[in-house]
């Protein structure tokens, strides 16, 4: 039986597994006690490392001086980090010079037309409109408040829309790219600045109609119309419906996508052996997808779509003849049993003629007959790696069992399994003795990962068992628009008195 050699991305995925096996082999190695510690998040450490960015004299790392289109993202990335460590509040008082510099720097990113640009100068855009708004509301002081311009904010959201005759969405910028990230920045922004107006930028942009147009046939949600699904764009995709549909803008807004086949979907992206989440199918985990992809399954479980949803339970009446090619995915991607135990057959094979090959070397120790036995030898070593590959998700499950402590189980009926997502957090993504998450073992730490790591925590602890005690709580965020609630409960009233 020939077994083909994996591809260079099958490869990737066992590097991946063989790293987060290890780490949870090494977390369990000494008990319980041991693993609760490793899972222990740093606290204090990422509150220092995510401070860096407040500090207005201090140049930031080398890495991250090419964002000059995107500077309010770190703004954001940053203090919404420090909101859900319970940090933000002590930062913006005991750093008042440091947080009126960034407040005047967002503000000078404010287009006289509306909307904000990556830097001072530059074009609005909707992606850094969200996270400059995101960041400001976050600050949450009078004067980070007051910088915003909400009726010339509204005319450019207004001006981004593409009506129903023009294929509908949103435009990231003037003249820019048509996707759902828009649809999602422009109503979060509508709904943490209190402005009801965000009905008129769902009418105008035929939005619902365009984000189900966005939806594939594996039941993610793609950029745009036929585009692959993608974590990212689904949670923004399907998180502008929930809020669209929960501020009264879309009634049964979340029925514009066929949800059943959505869960099937992010069902399949949670890694067997990782317990991290993917943003494509055969794609590698990465800990920001622990907010896009777990964020979503908590939007999911919301809207009614948790309970006792399996992987092969979803079908759609939209798909017609893709249907079969939905289904032909599914199995494919739920195969691991069958995967087993090819392997192994395999492997059992190559073992039989390795043992013959091995007497006729014996009996004739010949070129050829060494030649053929070495052979045999190493696929018989690829094999039994391959094998090895696939009994390390068994490490994985039992490290979990031990971090969860005696007589906890996870629940198979739930769309993902936020232990074992908190695990991959904590104990990947986290560096030992350092501050910051990072996308995966073996790479660095950043902004962007350690905000949406974190973000990913809390949304886990939402829908399960906080993972390492009370101590790793995160404080609560809106589940769509990830920013605190008691900070948009504040900008809300802050509009609200300046009417």
Not at 55 to 80: E, I, M, V
Not at 264 to 285: D, Y
Not at 365 to 372: D, I, L, M
Not at 374 to 402: F, I, N, P, Y
Request: with cysteine; charged share 20%.
């Amino acid at each position: 039986m020939e077994v083909p050699s994996p591809s260079e991305s099958l490869t990737q995925q066992r590097q991946v597994e063989r790293a987060a096996a290890e780490i949870y082999r090494e977390a369990t190695g000494g008990g319980a006690a041991t693993g609760n510690e490793r899972a222990r998040l740093r606290r204090h450490d990422h509150v220092t490392y995510l401070a860096q960015v407040f500090k207005a004299d201090r140049p930031l790392p080398k890495g991250f001086r090419s964002l000059n289109a995107g500077r309010p993202w770190l703004c954001y990335w940053s203090a919404h980090g420090l909101y859900l460590l319970g940090a933000i509040d002590s930062i913006v008082a005991e750093n008042p010079g440091d947080v009126s510099a960034m407040v005047e720097f967002l503000g000078r990113c404010q287009h006289e037309s509306g909307g904000f640009g990556g830097s001072p100068g530059q074009l609005p855009h909707l992606a850094t409109t969200y996270a400059a708004v995101s960041a400001l509301v976050t600050l949450g002081t009078d004067e980070a408040l007051a910088v915003i311009d909400r009726p010339k904010l509204l005319g450019f959201l207004l001006s981004m829309c593409q009506s129903r005759e023009r294929g509908g969405g949103m435009t990231m910028h003037d003249g820019g790219e048509v996707d759902v990230r828009g649809c999602y920045c422009a109503l979060c922004v509508c709904y943490v600045l209190g402005m009801p107006e965000g009905r008129l930028v769902v009418e105008a942009s035929d939005m619902g109609r365009f984000i189900g147009r966005c939806q594939g046939h594996e039941g993610g949600i793609g950029g745009e119309p036929g585009n692959e699904g993608h974590g990212g764009y689904t949670f923004c995709a399907y998180g502008a419906l929930a809020l669209a549909e929960a501020c009264g803008w879309l009634p049964g807004g979340t029925g514009m996508v066929d949800r059943g086949l959505l869960a099937s979907w992010l069902r399949r992206q949670q890694g067997n052996v990782e317990g991290g989440m993917r943003g494509r199918t055969n794609k590698l985990v990465d800990g920001c997808y622990s907010f896009w992809c777990g964020g979503l399954g908590r939007l999911l479980a919301g809207t009614g779509e948790a309970g006792g949803m399996s992987a092969t339970s979803a079908q759609s009446p939209r798909l017609g003849e893709n249907a079969a090619l939905a289904d032909a995915v599914r199995r494919w991607c739920d195969n691991t049993d069958d995967q087993y135990a090819r392997l192994q057959g395999a492997l059992d094979d190559v073992m039989e003629r390795y043992l013959v090959a091995e007497e006729q070397c014996l009996a004739d120790p010949s070129p050829g007959a060494q030649a053929a036995f070495v052979r045999l030898g190493e696929e018989a070593s690829r094999l039994q790696e391959r094998v090895e590959d696939m009994k390390s998700g068994e490490d994985s499950t039992k490290c979990l069992d031990e971090l969860r402590g005696p007589g906890a189980a996870a629940d198979d009926g739930r769309l993902i399994d936020p232990e074992a997502l908190q695990m991959w957090i904590l104990l990947a993504c986290q560096v030992p003795g350092r501050g910051g998450l990072r996308d995966k073992p073996g790479t660095n730490c950043d902004f962007y990962h350690s905000c949406y790591c974190l973000s990913g925590l809390a949304a886990a602890q939402a829908v399960g068992e906080t993972l390492g005690g009370a101590e790793n709580r995160l404080c609560a965020a809106h589940p769509i628009c990830n920013i605190g609630i008691d900070k948009i409960e504040r900008s809300i009233a802050f509009y609200k008195g300046s009417c």
